[in-house]
T-cell receptor, first 118, second 112 residues
Framework: GAVVSQHPSWVICKSGTSVKIECRSL??????MFWYRQFPKQSLMLMAT?????????EQGVEKDKFLINHASLTLSTLTVTSAHPEDSSFYIC??????????????FGPGTRLTVL | AQSVTQLDSQVPVFEEAPVELRCNYS??????LFWYVQYPNQGLQLLLK??????LVKGINGFEAEFNKSQTSFHLRKPSVHISDTAEYFC??????????FGKGTRLHILP
């Protein structure tokens, strides 16, 4: 159990377009999901914390108007990169927190989405 | 605030030799500690975690780690590595109900 999926796994888009990435918890309900960004050969940097039914909490330095996060259900969070530019090219990874009793709020990670902006 | 330091950015080791990947953390409160592995172009897979109890934690793929509170360390070890262990390894720290903070990662190179 505790599987998290992301779609798409990779996407190439033109500069100025918007791209939506989905993160789903397949076999558990996740009241909280997290979005990370990873540049080549670097660590994961937390972008924002997404809570179901409320506004996302963004980390310092992350533009909330550029990276729109929606967590409309307990199994789905979306990240939309608006007006994407080449510097937004990165590997985006989501995680979902398992809030069930005994889970110690463990986070499970999706497989990631590679975004390339031309 | 919590922080994680992985002192080695790269660790080369011969196949079937033992390996230790170092991790130190900083926190003023009790923490949860994790080691994750990331294979190229993939997401993160949990190797092991320390939540409480026994300080020696055993994980998947033959890895283990020891929580040392006095030295604020959580080093990862494996007695005999295989070529398939080539990957990036991340140490991470979390406070209950809070976000996970990752170290910068250690790339493990297995030499034939």
């Amino acid at each position: 159990g505790a599987v998290v999926s992301q779609h798409p796994s990779w996407v190439i888009c033109k500069s100025g377009t918007s791209v939506k990435i989905e993160c789903r918890s397949l076999d558990f309900q996740a009241t909280t999901m997290f979005w990370y960004r990873q540049f080549p050969k670097q660590s994961l940097m937390l972008m924002a914390t997404s809570n179901e039914g409320s506004k996302a909490t963004y980390e310092q330095g992350v533009e909330k108007d550029k990276f729109l996060i929606n967590h409309a259900s307990l199994t789905l969070s979306t990240l939309t990169v608006t007006s994407a530019h080449p510097e937004d090219s990165s590997f985006y990874i989501c995680s979902a927190r398992d809030g069930r009793p005994g889970s110690y709020n463990e986070q499970f990670f999706g497989p990631g989405t590679r975004l390339t902006v031309l | 605030a919590q922080s994680v330091t992985q002192l080695d950015s790269q660790v080369p080791v011969f196949e079937e030799a033992p390996v230790e990947l170092r991790c130190n953390y900083s926190s003023s409160v009790s923490v949860y500690l994790f080691w994750y592995v990331q294979y190229p172009n993939q997401g993160l897979q949990l190797l092991l975690k320390y939540l409480s109890g026994s300080t020696l934690v055993k994980g998947i793929n033959g890895f283990e780690a020891e929580f040392n509170k006095s030295q604020t360390s959580f080093h990862l070890r494996k007695p005999s590595v295989h070529i398939s262990d080539t990957a990036e390894y991340f140490c991470a720290v979390s406070v209950a109900d809070d976000k996970i903070i990752f170290g910068k990662g250690t790339r493990l190179h297995i030499l034939p």
